[in-house]
T-cell receptor, first 114, second 117 residues
């Protein structure tokens, strides 16, 4: 089992560029989510999904899109990058959609927008 | 609104001493509570959880946490700290504010634990 795999690990973007952060899990988990981690603010939920074809917004969804065409993959798209999106991004997956099982996290993507 | 608070940004403990990392929560339904640890340049790793049952929960690496309903707290503890316990610790709670069958997990702001030799 690879667990949760995120790519790339590092990325530098120019303001206005778009990109997709990839996330894949091989544990057949229904629940997947994206967080951003900023100093002093902990992890904030961007978007989440409870299964293929079902996504919903978290606390800070503006500027980001997601889709879930398969159980395994949950890509995060930055539509037009802004310096405020400089952050570390984590993808996570859980077996249960009821919030009673632990989350498995990817290694993170460190994104810098200049 | 659902929330979780970690009142201490940093906790400093001497190796061999007991440690406590504090967490308080506010939720409208049954509290599902978690602790995670993050080592430098790594993703978060699960330590332990409280869903129901005994108020004292034991987890990985010798950590335990006590659920206290009256004080709405879920403090993380370890009887004897190790230098290798130095890391960033996050408390998390299930958010019951939206669907009942689909959950969001809210994280605290994190507490940096530093264990000195």
């Amino acid at each position: 089992n690879a667990g949760v795999t995120q790519t790339p690990k590092f990325q530098v973007l120019k303001t206005g560029q778009s990109m997709t952060l990839q996330c894949a899990q091989d544990m057949n988990h229904e629940y997947m989510s994206w967080y951003r981690q900023d100093p002093g603010m902990g992890l904030r939920l961007i978007h989440y999904s409870v299964g293929a074809g079902i996504t919903d917004q978290g606390e800070v969804p503006n500027g980001y899109n997601v889709s879930r065409s398969t159980t395994e993959d949950f890509p995060l798209r930055l539509l037009s990058a802004a310096p405020s999106q400089t952050s570390v991004y984590f993808c996570a997956s859980s077996y249960s959609i009821r919030g009673d099982t632990e989350a498995f996290f990817g290694q993170g993507t460190r994104l810098t927008v200049v | 609104a659902q929330s979780v608070a970690q009142p201490e940004d940093q906790v400093n403990v001497a190796e061999g001493n007991p440690l406590t990392v504090k967490c308080t929560y506010s939720v409208s339904g049954n509290p599902y509570l978690f602790w995670y640890v993050q080592y430098p340049n790594r993703g978060l790793q699960f330590l332990l959880k409280y869903i129901t049952g005994d108020n004292l929960v034991k987890g990985s690496y010798g950590f335990e946490a006590e659920f206290n309903k009256s004080q709405t707290s879920f403090h993380l503890k370890k009887p004897s700290a190790l230098v290798s316990d130095s890391a960033l610790y996050f408390c998390a709670v299930r958010d019951w504010g939206s669907y009942s069958s689909a959950s969001k997990i809210i994280f605290g702001s994190g507490t940096r634990l530093s264990i000195r030799p």
